[in-house]
């Protein structure tokens, strides 16, 4: 056992105690995709967080973020140390969290698919993902809502949209931001996705769409349906507005605020599906979420469009069959990061040594970090 791996199991064991919650296709068993360098092709000039003076190892120091102040390429890991925010503080004003169920019969845009068979398997891969068939299946999702403590009836809140929700231990995180007033008093409404993953399932219509459906749903749909139930407004002020997410939930936040800027200005993504997982296919971006480091940023006028976002350097590659070499979640995230830098865009890119794709312990240090960066500058009207 190496010694990244020793650091590594201790990470988690000193992890597991306070656990931040993923959902459960982060944690799906896959051969654990290789290492690629810091310094490998098409990587930034990262900033070693926590570096001493004139040292030269891609090394950061255990538990340490980059600046919240800064804007940048940065390197963290391979040790992660839990925030110390995850934990429940005695004086500290509790929010409320309100448990809803959203179901698809209801939905104008959404009613449910899958692409398994009448009575095949729940793992069930089309031989052919480019051409998938796709069956009716009606879901029923979970939305959860944190309301901060001291909210006032009737006045207008800041909104954070967490796709694969629930995150049952965001509202102590949260709890502990706003009293610290390191992020403004916010709703938190964590989305559950529609069901399956990847081309032909509800899921990936949802997140790997290159569209701002998505964003619809929530808009016309979802917080409609969370003002009415919990009794709070939400502000309809874009800079007031963050949406955050894993993997393809990634794509999801970031697609929210590109496709709709009117609604969203604020993005973290870990591990951003930045590849070729379109569902379905569309001519006019025939790469899928390829498209955006390509040709759709590098074509347009800069959005104000403010981007927090994390790879692991063992993150997926090829994990279908498509082999295209669009499926490099690592060359993805790189090729975001500079393509953002060119455009001027306010971001921050982490990338985590000794992490796996949607890293658990990574999450866990950084979550508060990535909150508090991507609410900088906010004022509410």
């Known amino acids: 056992m190496n010694r990244l791996t020793l650091l590594r199991c201790a990470a988690l064991a000193a992890f597991l105690a306070p656990s931040l919650l993923l ?3 982060a944690a799906e068993a896959r051969p654990r995709p290789p290492t690629r360098p810091a310094d490998g092709p098409g990587a930034p000039k990262f900033t070693v967080v926590g570096a ?9 120091a255990p538990g340490k973020n980059p600046p919240v102040d800064q804007d940048g390429d940065f390197l963290i ?5 839990p925030a110390p925010e995850l934990t429940a503080v005695d004086g500290v004003p509790r929010g409320t969290v309100h448990r809803l169920t959203m179901n698809s019969t209801d939905s104008k845009i959404y009613p449910g698919i899958t692409k398994v068979p009448p009575g095949g398997p729940d793992n069930y891969m089309p031989p052919d993902l480019t051409k998938v068939q796709i069956y009716p299946k009606p879901y029923t999702r979970s939305v ?5 403590a001291n909210y006032a009836a009737g006045t207008e809140a800041p909104l954070l949209v967490m796709q694969d929700g629930p995150d049952n231990n965001l509202p102590v995180l949260l709890d502990n931001l706003i009293a610290q007033k390191r992020i403004p008093p916010l709703v938190a409404v964590m989305i559950q996705n529609g069901g399956g993953d990847a ?5 990936g219509l949802e997140y790997d769409t290159m ?3 998505y964003a619809e749903f929530v808009q016309t749909e979802v917080l409609p349906f969370v003002e009415k139930s ?3 407004k939400i502000t309809k002020d874009p800079e007031g507005r963050a949406t955050m997410g894993n993997s393809s939930g990634g794509i999801a936040a970031f697609s929210m605020a590109w496709y709709h800027p009117e609604w969203y200005h604020r993005v973290i993504t870990y591990s951003g599906t930045y590849v070729n997982q379109q569902s379905p296919f569309n001519p006019e971006t025939p790469h899928g979420g390829w498209g955006y480091h390509e040709t759709i940023l590098p074509n347009s006028p800069r959005k104000p469009i403010r981007l927090w976002m994390e790879v692991g350097d063992a993150d997926l590659l090829n994990p279908n069959t498509l082999r295209d070499n669009m499926h490099d979640w690592v060359d993805a995230n790189h090729r975001m990061a500079a393509v953002l830098k060119a455009k001027g865009y306010h971001y921050q890119y ?3 040594v000794n992490a796996v794709h949607s890293d658990r312990p990574v999450r866990a240090q950084t979550l508060p970090q990535a909150l508090e960066w991507v609410w900088q500058g906010y004022k509410a009207k």
């Not at 040292?55 to 950061?60: H, P, V």
């Not at 890991?77 to 140390?81: F, K, N, S």
């Not at 959860?144 to 901060?148: C, D, G, L, Q, R």
């Not at 081309?199 to 899921?203: C, N, P, V």
């Open 23 to 25: 959902p459960s296709f």
């Open 52 to 60: 001493k003076p004139g040292e030269t190892k891609l090394e950061g």
């Open 77 to 81: 890991g391979p040790v992660y140390v």
């Open 144 to 148: 959860t809502v944190y309301v901060p």
């Open 199 to 203: 081309q032909g399932s509800q899921r």
């Open 211 to 213: 569209s701002g459906l």
């Open 230 to 232: 919990c009794g709070v």
């Open 350 to 352: 982490v990338f985590a």
